[in-house]
């Protein structure tokens, strides 16, 4: 199992003349699960949790492309941190 990841993004986002090129991921911890859990719904908890272990604005993650958030959302899921059809977050200890 990988603890880190660095995407490269298929397609930049920028917001606000900052280009954000690559996403840098790694095991989140509590905090960034119960945070990210408050978006209530799959997606949203999936983009939330992205933005705050990536440390970016929410707004980048919601402008992914599908194959960059996919990767982002794969790699997150190995830790089963949070079922990304569910916004369910695991039991598991």
Known sequence: MD???TIKLRKPV???EQVYDQLT???PTAGQIE???????GMGVVI???AAVAKVPRAVVERLCQRDFKEAG???QQFNAVDLTT???SSQS
């Open 25 to 27: 991921l790694e095991e």
């Open 87 to 89: 916004g369910e977050t």
């Open 74 to 76: 794969d790699f997150l």
């Open 3 to 5: 603890l880190e990841k």
């Open 14 to 16: 920028t917001i606000a």
């Open 48 to 50: 939330n949790l992205i």
């Open 35 to 41: 945070k990210a859990s408050a978006a209530g719904n």
